[in-house]
Nanobody
Framework: QVQLVESGGGLVEAGGSLRLSCVGS????????MGWFRQAPGKEREFVAA????????DLTDSVKGRFTISRDSAKNTIYLQMNSLKPEDTAVYYC???????????????????WGQGTQVTVSS
């Protein structure tokens, strides 16, 4: 059974940092793009970041560039989202997802991802 499990969410003040983790189990993800998405109340799920499993190709949405970093540890079957300089508008449930492709630059659509984690809440207070 394939599972993606996120952790690391929480409540933080504006300007603070959090690091989200997503551990995959059930198989390896060596041929997958791994992505982070987020969904705020009343809004659609939106793309945040993606990385291929080699880690040599990454994509981030403009609103988080310079503040968020996506990385992976293939030995641990884990990806990370380091979030710095957090803003109240970053408040959302953050989801990890896996897509069976190596093409990061075509991986911004949520519908393209086959597997999803359960999400972790990130709340940024002003």
């Amino acid at each position: 059974q394939v599972q993606l499990v996120e952790s690391g969410g929480g409540l933080v003040e504006a300007g603070g940092s959090l690091r989200l983790s997503c551990v995959g189990s059930g198989r390896t993800f060596s041929m997958h793009v791994m992505g982070w998405f987020r969904q705020a109340p009343g809004k659609e799920r939106e793309f945040v970041a993606a990385i291929n499993w080699n880690g040599d190709s990454r994509d981030l949405t403009d609103s988080v560039k310079g503040r968020f970093t996506i990385s992976r540890d293939s030995a641990k079957n884990t990806i990370y989202l380091q979030m710095n300089s957090l803003k109240p508008e970053d408040t959302a449930v953050y989801y990890c997802a896996a897509r069976p492709t190596q093409n990061v630059m075509t991986s911004r659509r949520a519908a393209a991802y086959a597997e999803w984690g359960q999400g972790t809440q990130v709340t940024v207070s002003s």
